[in-house]
């Protein structure tokens, strides 16, 4: 049975949709969660099909399935590549990302994800990581913490913020998700303070998971891993992300255009399925975590 109490999967059938599933095909769901875009893959296959998925969270691993077309692999999927070769697979048909933080991890409050809960500063999303926010907010220094608010925050005021916390933690470590709020919020403008505050949160996450460099890594192995015709169905949840996604399938770089041949013409690794997917009013309405989702799909050339 679908774990919906874990994560509520977002724009289900649009991503799976996207894969264009072939019954005896190979696939990869590198954000296994609590397998709710997983099993609708499983649904489309057939007997000879195989599903073989991604998640480095210990609790993700008790929603595995039982299925023996399904494979899951307690990795973080940036080693996409060398575990699929691990399991006996060089190329796929299909690989499909759902990214940032489950419902699960925003709601156990001992997690540190959510700014509703005063907790560890943590935000781990393997727990056996050796980065966590404690060592962010205490042990960086300004002017790199300064770059993690400004670059993964976007945040204007990232020096205030980095100089504060800097001349805090001299008096005493900051520990706790409500120390760290406490200090903040008189520096965020009123009324949007707990939209910034979602934004500083996320900042640290990016940080300590390491989510953009992450992301670069597993989508210049796609193109290596897909047959001609598979295709990659990926959410995003901000826009550094999705940026990344866009131009990876538009042209095969994350900055900078193709180059071109003597000819003019340009050799890039994708082509674009569609637009830019949203979430239907109805569907934020039913789970408001949905509403800065964005999927895009490519298909390798």
């Known amino acids: 049975m679908e774990n919906l109490e874990y994560h509520n999967p977002v724009l289900l059938h649009e991503t799976v949709e996207g894969l264009n599933i072939k019954p005896d095909g190979v696939y990869v769901d590198v954000t296994f969660g609590g397998g709710g875009h997983s099993r609708e893959i499983l ?28 494979t899951l692999i307690p990795e973080n999927f940036r080693f996409i590549k060398k575990f699929l070769r691990f399991e006996g697979y060089k190329k796929v048909d299909g690989i499909l990302g759902d990214f940032g933080v489950s419902s699960h991890q925003f709601d156990v409050a001992e997690r540190g994800f959510s700014t509703r809960y005063d907790a560890k500063l943590d935000m781990r999303m393997d727990q ?10 205490n042990e960086y220094e300004e002017e790199a913490l300064k770059k993690v608010f400004y670059e993964y925050g976007e945040l204007k005021n990232a020096p205030k913020l980095a100089k504060v916390i800097v001349e805090a933690r001299e008096e005493a470590p900051i520990k706790t998700g409500e120390e760290l709020k406490e200090l ?12 910034i505050l979602a934004q500083i949160y996320q900042a640290i996450r990016i940080e300590v998971n390491q989510e953009i460099e992450v992301l670069k890594e597993f989508l210049r192995q796609t193109e290596q891993l897909l047959e001609k015709g598979g295709r990659i169905s990926l959410i995003s949840y901000h826009s550094l992300e999705d940026r990344l996604v866009k131009r990876y399938i538009r042209n095969g770089l994350f900055q900078g255009e ?24 109805e569907e934020i309405k039913q789970n408001n975590r949905a509403r800065s989702a964005r999927l895009r799909v490519g298909e390798k050339l």
């Open 128 to 137: 056996e990581g050796l980065l966590s926010a404690y060592e962010v907010i």
């Open 258 to 281: 193709a180059e071109k041949d003597f000819y003019g013409n340009i050799s890039v690794p994708f082509k674009k399925v569609g637009g830019l997917v949203k979430p239907s009013p």
């Open 43 to 70: 649904k489309r296959l057939g007997e000879n099909g195989r599903l073989l998925a991604f998640d480095q969270d210990q609790d993700a691993q008790e929603n595995a399935i039982d299925d023996e077309r399904f």
């Open 184 to 195: 903040l919020l008189p520096l965020l403008f009123k009324g949007k303070e707990f939209k």
